[in-house]
């Protein structure tokens, strides 16, 4: 069956760092990934979205990749901020459905 | 340009009743989705609705279900409410755009207690 994780479910980093946050999947060909930001009894905000043919996307201190070879994303983000400190989720789609399958997050904390 | 709209934020049901949730997508937003967030299984996708028509629909009972307007506007029903349904619901909106694939942006969630 289809499955997406995320390595971890807590990260403590110090601010400054950079957090990197990894998400795997299996038994799926997804046309895109997306990185969601989620606040606590907040709907998830949109980061990024990479495409399958595509290996990176910046976005400010955000960096994305995927690898389709590893069924694998990674989320950087340099230079971290206590404001950085949520939960964040990566999230599959195949391209023909409007349809996200999420993983379950990894909840970050930027230590002072 | 205002974001997704859900109402209401909080809601209190005893198991057995039903309860209707609502959303306003972003003007212009045409595809509405919705998802079921919980501790134990984290975001589920229900169902999608475009141009009133559910056109996917994830892993749930019948007891859920939908509807969009035609002014894009989207309800979602539980029906029999059981304890298990306790959850945030959530509501997202897309752009539809043919050639590429857009984010989704959420509504603020209507958190839902059952007991």
């Known amino acids: 069956s289809q499955k997406i994780e995320q390595n971890s479910e807590a990260l403590n980093i110090q601010e400054g760092k950079t957090a990197t946050l990894t998400c795997n999947y299996t038994n799926y060909s997804p046309a895109y990934l997306q990185w969601y930001r989620q606040d606590p009894g907040r709907g998830p905000v949109f980061l990024l979205l990479?495409?399958?043919?595509?290996k990176e996307k910046r976005k400010e201190r955000l960096k994305v990749t995927f690898d389709t070879t590893l069924k694998q994303s990674l989320f950087h983000i340099t230079a971290s901020q206590p404001a950085d400190s949520a939960t964040y989720l990566c999230?599959?789609?195949?391209?023909?459905?409007?349809?996200?399958?999420f993983g379950s997050g990894t909840q970050l904390t930027v230590l002072p | 340009k205002a974001g997704v709209t859900q109402t209401p934020r909080y809601l209190i049901k005893t198991r057995g009743q039903q309860v209707t949730l609502s959303c306003s997508p972003i003007?212009?937003?045409?595809?509405v989705s919705w998802y079921q967030q919980t501790p134990g299984q984290g975001l589920q996708f229900l169902f999608e609705y475009f141009s009133e028509t559910q056109r996917n629909k994830g892993n749930f009972p019948g007891r859920f279900s939908g509807r969009q307007f035609s002014n894009s506007r989207s309800e979602m029903n539980v029906s029999t409410l059981e304890l298990g349904d306790s959850a945030l619901y959530l509501c997202?909106?897309?752009?539809?755009?043919?050639?590429?694939?857009?984010?989704?942006?959420f509504g603020q969630g209507t958190r839902l207690t059952v007991v």
């Open positions: 999230a599959l789609e195949p391209g023909s459905a409007r349809q996200l399958t």
């Open positions: 997202a909106s897309s752009l539809d755009t043919q050639g590429g694939n857009t984010e989704a942006f």
């Open positions: 003007s212009g937003h045409r595809s």
């Open positions: 990479i495409r399958e043919n595509e």
